[in-house]
């Protein structure tokens, strides 16, 4: 089966701009996460859908950050307007169910740089 | 919040030697999954451990779960150059993983 998918691999904005990172889960995969890393830190959750719906986005860090997944398929993070902590990668995974047997796929991160 | 610390940050070893990182978390937990990043890569999934004291073995690598499920460990026996990366443990609290900030470990040959 095809991995999880994102895009882009890399972008560079300025602070003050907006970007839209996108995320295609494996087929049939109803759970997708969204997770942040910041050089040597941990992996930060960030947010959980179940198809479309938000389960949990105690994660997010604040209203600059919006996340879709409309009809239950891709994702996208966009955000608006981009300060200079926003740095890091960004990792989409999905799993087939949110239960605690479930382990998370990972797609290979978008690298947002802020400058 | 829940929080997942684990050690070390970074370790260098020579190839043949064996390698642990440790995985802490301030809460018990229902169970709790390892993870590895190749260089360049994404995270991986590599076992999951659910039961109190669980041992789990695969080849050289051994996973163990700690009695009250608020620590773990892996140990790699005689490091190879292919074990090189950061490996991850991820505790699950509910319906939310937590990840530590993962283990760097380079091998040299």
């Known amino acids: 089966e095809a991995g999880v998918t994102q895009f882009p691999s890399h972008s560079v904005i300025e602070k003050g701009q907006t970007v839209t990172l996108r995320c295609d889960p494996i087929?049939?995969?109803?759970?997708l996460y969204w997770y942040r890393r910041v050089m040597g830190k941990e992996i930060k959750f960030l947010l959980h859908?179940?198809?479309?719906?938000?389960?949990?986005e105690s994660g997010m860090p604040n209203n600059r950050f919006l996340a879709e997944r409309t009809g239950g398929t891709y994702s996208t993070l966009k955000v608006q307007p981009a300060e200079l902590e926003d740095s890091g990668v960004y990792f989409c995974?999905?799993?087939?169910?949110?239960?605690?047997?479930?382990?998370?796929?990972f797609g290979n991160g978008t690298r947002l740089t802020v400058t | 919040g829940q929080q997942v610390m684990q050690i070390p940050q970074y370790q260098h070893v020579q190839e043949g030697e064996d390698f642990t990182t440790y995985c802490n978390s301030s809460?018990?937990?229902?169970?709790i999954q390892w993870y590895k990043q190749r260089p360049g890569g994404h995270p991986v999934f590599l076992i999951q451990?659910?039961?109190?004291?669980e041992v789990k073995k695969q080849k050289r690598l051994t996973f163990q779960f700690g009695e009250a499920k608020k620590n773990s460990s892996l140990h790699i026996t005689a490091t190879q150059t292919t074990d090189v990366g950061t490996y991850f443990c991820?505790?699950?609290?509910?319906?939310?993983?937590?990840f530590g900030a993962g283990t760097i470990l380079r091998v040299k040959s």
């Open positions: 995974a999905s799993s087939r169910t949110s239960g605690t047997g479930s382990p998370l796929h």
């Open positions: 087929s049939g995969h109803d759970n």
């Open positions: 859908f179940v198809k479309e719906s938000k389960q949990d």
């Open positions: 809460t018990t937990l229902s169970n």
């Open positions: 451990l659910v039961k109190s004291g």
């Open positions: 991820a505790g699950r609290s509910g319906n939310k993983l937590v």
